[in-house]
């Protein structure tokens, strides 16, 4: 099946910092979604991008398709952005579920 | 803001013990997916239904559990003979598939399962 791999597996900030998460796939995909999962764990759509770029507020996304390769920018850094950012993919020929990376967990310190 | 929901949130049981969980996805959404996650891993794929028909599950998915969705709205996750390995958090997301929409997936809160 595709892997899906993260990196780093950690990350701490101070509040007002900027920081970029990466996200590697194995294989072609159909779909990517980028999630942030809150201490209580809700997991909240960032983005949805197999492709292109994309920008909402403090946070954006670039998928680079033909490298396999997901980015995640978060600038200007809030204690309220801490918790754990996941990427899933779909495979090109798959209709159903997404996979799951195992996750970056980021936090911010005021 | 009707997102998906599910129900009970947390649930503890004794080993053994049969549970049952609900979810109610987004009413116009047509898909419907069961996810598992353990302590410091990602969601794991379960299964899946296009309206009331399940069309795909996992591996994980052994004989204990069962999932249907009757009327193709909410879906129901039951576990028989609950064993310590299914303490996990129990995920429900929905999605719209339809041509011309992005296939984006939503997560209800999930329900934490404890098997003591």
């Known amino acids: 099946g595709i892997q899906v791999e993260q990196s780093p597996p950690d990350l701490i900030l101070q509040e007002g910092a900027n920081s970029t998460l990466r996200c590697n796939f194995s294989?072609?995909?159909?779909?990517l979604q980028w999630f942030h999962q809150n201490p209580w764990g809700q997991l909240i759509n960032l983005f949805y991008i197999p492709s292109g770029t994309k920008q909402n507020g403090r946070l954006s996304a670039t998928t680079v398709a033909t490298e396999r390769y997901s980015l995640l920018y978060i600038s200007s850094s809030q204690t309220t952005d801490s918790g754990v950012y996941f990427c899933?993919?779909?495979?090109?020929?798959?209709?159903?579920?997404?996979?799951f990376g195992s996750g970056t967990r980021l936090s911010i310190r005021p | 803001d009707t997102g998906v929901s599910q129900d009970p949130r947390h649930k503890i049981t004794k080993r053994g013990q049969n549970v049952t969980f609900r979810c109610d996805p987004i009413?116009?959404?047509?898909?419907l997916y069961w996810y598992r996650q353990t302590l410091g891993q990602g969601p794991e794929f379960l299964t899946y239904?296009?309206?009331?028909?399940?069309?795909?599950k996992s591996r994980l998915l052994s004989d204990r559990f069962s999932a249907e969705r009757p009327k193709g709205s909410f879906s129901t996750l039951e576990i028989q003979r609950t064993e310590q390995g299914d303490s996990a958090m129990y995920l429900c997301?929905?999605?719209?598939?339809?041509?011309?929409?992005?296939?984006?997936?939503?997560f209800g809160p999930g329900t934490r399962l404890t098997v003591l």
């Open positions: 899933a993919v779909r495979r090109y020929d798959s209709a159903s579920k997404i996979i």
């Open positions: 294989d072609s995909v159909n779909n």
């Open positions: 009413s116009e959404h047509n898909r």
């Open positions: 997301a929905s999605s719209l598939v339809s041509a011309g929409i992005s296939d984006t997936q939503y």
């Open positions: 239904f296009q309206n009331e028909a399940q069309l795909e």
